[in-house]
């Protein structure tokens, strides 16, 4: 079955403190992995995928499929990046998502 | 980036009288658009994946007969949710994808429905 289980539903940090959403999956097979961010009073939006291995507003995301892991990071939280974090997988050449229950992230000034 | 509208943006019905909800891509042609519906302080869940001219493939345990979704044009989607009642309270979300194998969805602001 496909899941994605995200374990935190709030993470606060300080600002420039190290960041870290941890998200797992469950999939046969080779799954795309995504993460979204939704700001305050703002609708879904695509953050980074694993496929582009970029950086997106300091966040990256790596695939670990040793540990079904896709967890997203930033080395300096800024105040900005308070928001609700989804991780998301689809299969290979889907466009069908799963999400996780999310994680509400709060960065403290 | 491209941009998803809904319409309305909340609504309260009565019990047993149907809503319908639209969603529209502004700026691209969706060949693909997507119903989720999220309760409070749960993720989303896919109701029903849309193509444009075909019928909707609905996911398990989901009532097609109670949601049902027309996907007419290449801008336009819509959910009706007939006979509705209390426990159709929920807030959906709708999303769009340009083309096959596009891996973006974009997502519309989402519809708060009240069923009283």
């Known amino acids: 079955a496909q899941r994605v289980t995200q374990p935190e539903k709030l993470l606060s940090v300080f600002k420039g403190a190290p960041v870290e959403l941890k998200c797992n999956y469950s999939?046969?097979?080779?799954?795309?992995l995504f993460w979204y961010v939704q700001y305050s009073r703002q609708r879904l939006q695509l953050l980074l995928r694993?496929?582009s291995r970029e950086s997106i507003k300091g966040f990256t995301a790596d695939l670990n499929k040793g540990e079904t892991s896709f967890h997203l990071k930033k080395p300096f939280a800024q105040e900005e990046d308070s928001a609700m974090y989804y991780c998301?997988?689809?299969?290979?050449?889907?466009?069908?998502?799963?999400f996780g229950q999310g994680t509400r992230l709060t960065i403290n000034p | 980036g491209a941009v998803v509208s809904q319409h309305p943006s909340w609504v309260i019905c009565k019990s047993g009288t149907s809503v319908k909800i639209e969603c529209r891509s502004l700026?691209?042609?969706?060949?693909?658009m997507f119903w989720y519906r999220q309760f409070p302080k749960q993720s989303l869940m896919l109701m029903a994946t849309?193509?444009?001219?075909?019928?909707?493939?609905?996911e398990q345990g989901v009532e097609k007969d109670k949601f049902l979704i027309n996907h007419a044009s290449l801008t336009l989607s819509t959910l009706t949710v007939t006979s509705a009642h209390p426990e159709d309270s929920s807030f959906y979300i709708c999303?769009?994808?340009?083309?096959?194998?596009?891996?973006?969805?974009?997502f519309g602001p989402g519809t708060r429905l009240t069923v009283t």
């Open positions: 998301a997988l689809s299969g290979p050449g889907a466009q069908k998502l799963v």
């Open positions: 999939y046969s097979g080779s799954p795309e």
């Open positions: 694993h496929i």
């Open positions: 700026d691209f042609q969706a060949t693909t």
């Open positions: 849309s193509n444009e001219g075909s019928k909707a493939t609905y």
């Open positions: 999303s769009g994808a340009a083309g096959a194998g596009s891996y973006e969805q974009y």
